[in-house]
Every structure is written in structure tokens, then in C-alpha cells.
């Protein structure tokens, strides 16, 4: 297994289809349907995302997507009047019948569309979690905030201010605490919805980067509505419309033309309408 | 080039009107301010002119003598303090903690929304009905007699409702998504309120706090039947006595002792007013040293 501590950065110039099909399966997905009271948000999907890809989802606005994840991660319980039906399988458990969901949510990082910085330091934002864990020692501490923010590709520019708020960052640095904090949990997926909608191309660049580093040891969602992002990232895609996944491939056929349904190229092809 | 910009920046006469209005409004908002500070001063200029030559160490620390005609307010402003005191310590915690159940953990249902209604309809309530309500409850049913502990709990009764709405206002600022960044990494909901709701709502819950010190302090009815007395020479040496409390003190002075001094009653309002002000600056102290500390 490969150590969650090594700060060895991975090679980012690896081909992104070098995952391989026989990856052993992370999450699994099995005729799920979602609703908010009467209305359906997602209907009948199956998906199987594989340990150490990046498992990209695009869609327009309204197709499901964030409900997808909002169920993942068992957050439906704070959602009043939202109704989950179907199989989630996180390593091979069945989420909807975890008692403990602390636990399968502290395996799983996220990413919101929107950063958000809790208002408290940088240092404290990405120790909340480790301390959650019940990690008290200071030393401990740092050596996980360096490290996440390290990897994170915000170390450098907020090293000698540690102690500064970290709602007071600029919204790209903001974006990659957020992502040095999911790194903080130790998580075994990471979640991103539409990381990049607040965050400048430069940034966003540095974040792909980091992304691709990542896929060595966490397997990732990435969720967005930028086609080429997917492209540029994912080892296989979904495209999700109106509340159904419409097609799962590798993410290049769905790109080459080498698709089943008509909609999934007008989408990639920006001819929707 | 130079004449088109002239023409395009010159002020039409809608402009010229917008901006009447708006030098109108803001004329009467600003009087509006002054009308409010006015009473202020007002008191309190009349308070320090007729009361302020009786303030004395001696008026501070004294009992009254001579069936109140002279001598000081130490049982009063004594009392006052005990009263204030055990009706805060009573209603903040209960008050805070209800709010936050309020807030963070019960559900939108037709049974908090009533719960809801009652508390805003308790705010409502005139003091004369809660002091009643402290007279049957707590001096006859409970057996508390007219003792501190009885008007205190009276006045908690009293100051709950406010420092509920308070509470449930600041701790409904914190955004959502701070909460939601927390539950996504695995904290329940009491971490969540821990480390990111309450240092968060914190200052404004002291507001809440703090505006109900001055109410409490005030209030006349509500202790009347269940705590304060006309006069008593003792200080008052635990919850179960009977004590003096400033306000009703100056009602007494002001209206139920023929021939005392003019100055007396308005040395007395002087003495409420500089505790409720001292009692507010201590929590108003408290509150910028937490923001201080928040670097907010």
C-alpha cells in the first residue's frame, strides 16, 4: 500500500488512461434515486468508480450531479425532505446502512464549488480535522498542516502566515485550503464539485496539477461543467442530463465520437440546446 | 470629443431631483437621530444636576436612616446586584442552550414553529402579568416566599424570550456552509457548533445578554410581589432572604416618603444607571477582548 504520509511528489507527466481495468472497485453505485419531496433529482443510475482514478461527471445545471455526492457522503440527513433509494457501496459497505457516518464522511473529502474558509486561522482550518481525530500533539500537527498544505500547492505563499484568517484569503488560496483541509482527513476519495467555478486559470491549473499527483493515492470525483477539464483530468467520464446518467466511458471516446447516445455528443461538442 | 463627454456628464433634471430627495431623507434620518439622543441627555444631564450632590461614599455605603429621609442605598444597590446576578445566571444558560437546540438540532416542524410563536408571545407578555405568575408559582406554589431566589427566577422567566431570540439570531448569521464544510469532514453536529457556530455567534449573544443586564436591573413590578422589599436594614446574606432593590427603592423615595430630601430620588436614579452602565462595560470589555482574540 502506498503511504498516505509520502511527500514524494508522483509523476505528473503520466498518460492519463494509464489506470488499469482491473483496479479493484471504490465505490459502487446501484440503481440510485433521489428525490427532493415530489421532485426527482436523479433517477435509476449505476456507476462503479475504481480505486486511484479520476472519475469525472459532467452535465449541465439541475442533472443530479451534486445530489450524487450529497449522497456519497450521507449529508442527505441534513437535507429536509431528501430521499435517497438504491445501493451506495464505499469499500464495499453499503453506506445507507452505516450507522457510524462520521466515519465514512471523515474518509471522504470534499470540495465545494464555492471555497470556503472557516473563519479561523490557515493553521486551524487544516488542523480541524486531524483534531477531530483526536490528534493533540502539536508537533503531529504541524507536520500534517505543512504536509496538506504542501500538497495543496499553497504552502509557499502561506507559510509566514499561518495565523492569518483563513476567510480572509483570496478566493483561489481560499479554494486550496479547502482542498489542503479534505487532504487533512486522510481521505480514501475526494470529492471536487466544480472546483474551479470561483477560481482564476492560473490556479486552476495549479490545482490540476496537484489533482494528478493525487490519483496516486486517493481515488477522486471530479465533478464540472467545463468538458475540457474532464478531458484534461479524467480516466473515465459520466455525463449526466436532467437527472440520468446518460453515458459512462473512457473519458477520450466520449471525446473521439466513439459514443452510444446522441446527447453525449452534442454535450462534449457544445451543441446543446 | 470634449463636448460630447460635457453633455453626457451634465446633470439632467431627474439627477437634480435624485438628489434633493435624497439630501431630504437624509436630513430627516438625521433628525430622527438627534430626536432619539435628546431624552438621553436629557436624563441623564437632569439625573447628575439634581442627584449627583448626593453621591457620596458614604450614600453608596450606608443603609437609609431616618424612614429613608437620609443615610444611603447600600441594601438597595446590594440587592439590586443579587437580583441581577441569580436571574442571569438562571436564564442565560437555559436560554443559550434552548436557542442552540433551537437552532443547530430540532428539525422545521409544526411543533418548534409553535414553540417558536410561544417564545416571541412570552416577549410580549407586560411585566405585571409575570410578576402575578412569580407570586403563584414560585412564592406560594414552590414555597420560596418572598425571597431573591423568587424574584430572580420571576425575572428570568421574564428575560428568557429575549436572550432565546438573541441567541437564535446570531447563531442563524453563521452561513450554512461553514456547518456544512464541518459535517462533510466527519464532525457531528456538537463539533460543528463547538469549533465553527458558537466563536462565531459568540459577540452577538453577548449583545443579547447584555441588553437584558439593563432590563433586568430595572424592573419594578416583577420583584415586588416576589422579593424586594419596602425597606429592610439587613443586606441580604443568601437567596432565600428578602432584599432591597434599587428601583423599587426610587419608586418608595420618589413617591411613598413625605418630606423627604428632592435629591434623594434622583441620587438613586444616578446609582441605577452607573450599575447598569458599569455591569454593561464589564460584558462589553468581555466581548471586544473575545473579538481581540478572534483577530476578527
Known amino acids: ?273 | 470629443m470634449t463636448t460630447a463627454n460635457a453633455v453626457l456628464f451634465q446633470a439632467t433634471g431627474l439627477n437634480q431631483r435624485n438628489e434633493r430627495v435624497q439630501r431630504l431623507y437624509r436630513l430627516l434620518f438625521g433628525l430622527m437621530t438627534l430626536m432619539l439622543i435628546a431624552p438621553v441627555l436629557l436624563i441623564l444631564g437632569t439625573l447628575v444636576v439634581k442627584g449627583g450632590g448626593v453621591i457620596s461614599w458614604e450614600f453608596l455605603f450606608t443603609a437609609p436612616t431616618d424612614g429613608m429621609r437620609s443615610g444611603g442605598v447600600l441594601p438597595a444597590l446590594l440587592g439590586t446586584v443579587w437580583l441581577v446576578t441569580v436571574a442571569l445566571l438562571l436564564s442565560v444558560p437555559i436560554g443559550v442552550f434552548a436557542a442552540i437546540y433551537l437552532s443547530e438540532y430540532a428539525g422545521d416542524n409544526w411543533f418548534t414553529r409553535a414553540i417558536n410563536l410561544a417564545i416571541i408571545n412570552l416577549a410580549g407578555v407586560p411585566s405585571i402579568v409575570h410578576a402575578l405568575f412569580g407570586l403563584g408559582a414560585f412564592v406560594i406554589f414552590f414555597g420560596f416566599g418572598t425571597s431573591i431566589l423568587a424574584a430572580s427566577l420571576t425575572l428570568a422567566v421574564m428575560t428568557m424570550p429575549v436572550v432565546i431570540v438573541a441567541t437564535r439570531e446570531s447563531l442563524q448569521a453563521v452561513p450554512q456552509a461553514f456547518r456544512e464544510a464541518c459535517w462533510n469532514m466527519g464532525a457531528t453536529r456538537w463539533q460543528t457548533i463547538r469549533k465553527v457556530v458558537l466563536p462565531n455567534s459568540i459577540t452577538g449573544i453577548l449583545t443579547g445578554v447584555i441588553l437584558e443586564v439593563s432590563r433586568t436591573a430595572g424592573e419594578t413590578a416583577p420583584i415586588m410581589f416576589t422579593g424586594a422589599v419596602f425597606f429592610t436594614p439587613f443586606l441580604p446574606q443568601s437567596v432565600m432572604d428578602q432584599t432591597m432593590a434599587l428601583s423599587l427603592h426610587l419608586f418608595v423615595a420618589a413617591t411613598q416618603v413625605p418630606g423627604i430630601a428632592d435629591e434623594i430620588p434622583f441620587g438613586i436614579a444616578l446609582v441605577l444607571i452607573a450599575l447598569v452602565l458599569l455591569m454593561n462595560s464589564a460584558s462589553i470589555a468581555f466581548r471586544m477582548w473575545l473579538r481581540g482574540k478572534k483577530k476578527w
Open chain 1, 1 to 273: 500500500m502506498v503511504s498516505r504520509n509520502s511527500l514524494a511528489p508522483a509523476a505528473v507527466d503520466e498518460p492519463i488512461d494509464a489506470f488499469t481495468a482491473a483496479a479493484r472497485t471504490k465505490l459502487l453505485v446501484k440503481d440510485l434515486s433521489i428525490r427532493y419531496g415530489s421532485a426527482v433529482a436523479l433517477q435509476g443510475v449505476n456507476l462503479e468508480i475504481r480505486e486511484h482514478e479520476i472519475f469525472g461527471i459532467i452535465g449541465p445545471a439541475n442533472a443530479g450531479k451534486t445530489s450524487l455526492l450529497k449522497a456519497i457522503n450521507r449529508m442527505d440527513v441534513f437535507t429536509p425532505g431528501m430521499r435517497v433509494d438504491g445501493e451506495i457501496r464505499f469499500n464495499d459497505r453499503d453506506t445507507r446502512r452505516l450507522s457510524n457516518v462520521y466515519a465514512l464522511r471523515s474518509r471522504i473529502g470534499v470540495v465545494f464549488p464555492l471555497p470556503v474558509g472557516l473563519p479561523m486561522t490557515v493553521y486551524e482550518n487544516v488542523a480541524l480535522s486531524p483534531r477531530l481525530r483526536g490528534i493533540r500533539n502539536k508537533a503531529e500537527l504541524d507536520v500534517i498542516v505543512q504536509r496538506c498544505l504542501t500538497r495543496a500547492a499553497l504552502w509557499d505563499e502561506v507559510k509566514d502566515r499561518l495565523n492569518a484568517l483563513g476567510s480572509l484569503l483570496s478566493g483561489g488560496q481560499q479554494q486550496r485550503l479547502t482542498i489542503a483541509r479534505a487532504l487533512s482527513q486522510e481521505p480514501d476519495l475526494l470529492m471536487l464539485d466544480e472546483f474551479s467555478i470561483a477560481v482564476d486559470p492560473v490556479t486552476t491549473m495549479r490545482i490540476e496539477d496537484v489533482l494528478k499527483e493525487l490519483r496516486q493515492e486517493v481515488t477522486i470525483i471530479l465533478v464540472t461543467n467545463l468538458v475540457q477539464q474532464a478531458r484534461r483530468l479524467a480516466n473515465r467520464t459520466a455525463f449526466f442530463l436532467n437527472g440520468e446518467c446518460v453515458e459512462v466511458g473512457v473519458t477520450e471516446d466520449l471525446f473521439t465520437g466513439e459514443v452510444k447516445d446522441q446527447r453525449t455528443r452534442d454535450y462534449v461538442e457544445g451543441r446543446f440546446g
